[in-house]
């Protein structure tokens, strides 16, 4: 299992996966599907699109980003007109731009935030709302945004504003402002799991079932390659304690049971967290999520010059798998 703690690298690592195929058009494509297939999917609750469904576009803005700006444990303040129907967004910092800023073994996709810009605009613009950003502050992982009904863009200098006049601007009546600190949050933003999957069916349909084990191989070499030299260095041990970090992490411990002996490590895991919280958003795994499990753990075997055998994996992810040192 990938932890939805570890998708954003994921993402930027498949940014550059279709670029090196296809060039910036292929990027451009898949943010587009995402769009489309993602977060303007009516079917999940928790999309943008589900949520101007229910709430109208300002009001399903409002309520998406007060969802997914909490759990991905953001620092920033928003200031909700109710009057003139327009929100402003201020993000102080961004944990996952910022986690991409601050790895030294991987570089971000050179144009990565602008993934936010294209996937978001489309979709409320189908709702009468117009979107706009400013990424110029990226890489201190800061950035701004405004959105407001389409043809009455507020006289407003969002991109100048500072934090402290917005506060003397709430009036506990029209105007509201939210102030959030990271620490006022934990970063676990599940939904990330759906994205993630989504990005290997993508793969997949495009380019075939073997080009996500191209990917996914790509991606473990590159992101995990620090934790593949503690395990080269501290063997089965090792690997033991980074799978039960990763169920920890994801709140599910009681799902993860490893068994240690001198050559060998059996990991049982009796259903998927993952597959658990797709059904509550009336979501399916796809054929490729599997790979999450076998591709991955496969490729940090080789690499770590161990075997690796799947002995199962049933529909709702319980699953068992045996590393060997060779």
């Avoid at 349909?205 to 473990?220: E, Q």
């Avoid at 059904?279 to 076998?294: A, C, F, R, S």
Wanted: aromatic share 14%; net charge negative.
């Amino acid at each position: 299992m990938i932890s939805c703690t570890e998708f954003i690298p994921l993402y930027s690592e498949f940014f550059k996966y279709l670029e090196a195929r296809d060039g910036e058009k292929a990027v451009q494509k898949y943010w587009l599907h995402i769009s489309d297939t993602s977060i303007g999917d009516k079917t999940n609750p928790n999309s943008l699109a589900s949520k101007c469904e229910l709430y109208g576009g300002f009001g399903g803005a409002k309520a998406y980003w007060g969802h997914t700006l909490t759990e991905e444990a953001c620092d920033f303040i928003k200031l909700y007109d109710y009057e003139r129907n327009f929100i402003f967004s201020h993000m102080r910092h961004c944990p996952s731009r910022g986690m991409l800023n601050d790895f030294e073994h991987v570089e971000p996709y050179h144009n990565y935030c602008e993934h936010c810009n294209v996937i978001y605009s489309r979709v409320l613009e189908k709702y009468g709302i117009e979107y706009i950003r400013d990424n110029s502050k990226i890489e201190n992982a800061e950035c701004r945004s405004i959105l407001y009904e389409k043809g009455k863009k507020p006289d407003f200098d969002w991109k100048n504003i500072a934090d402290e006049e917005l506060h003397a601007l709430a009036n506990g009546d029209t105007v509201q402002v939210v102030d959030l600190k990271t620490e006022d949050n934990k970063y676990l933003h599940r939904d990330f799991h759906l994205l993630g999957d989504n990005a290997l069916k993508y793969c997949g349909d495009i380019y075939g079932a073997g080009a996500v084990k191209d990917f996914l191989s790509c991606y473990v070499k590159n992101y995990y390659s620090p934790i593949i030299k503690n395990i080269r260095e501290n063997g089965l041990k090792a690997l033991s304690a980074w799978i039960e970090k990763v169920y920890e992490t994801e709140e599910a411990s009681e799902l993860c049971h490893t068994e240690l002996k001198d050559n060998s490590l059996t990991v049982t895991i009796d259903k998927s967290p993952v597959i658990e919280y797709m059904h509550t958003l009336n979501q399916e795994p796809t054929e490729y999520y599997i790979e999450e499990t076998k591709t991955l753990y496969a490729v940090i075997a080789d690499e770590c010059n161990m075997s690796f055998s799947l002995e199962y994996y049933n529909e709702d992810g319980g699953t068992k798998f045996v590393f060997e040192n060779k």
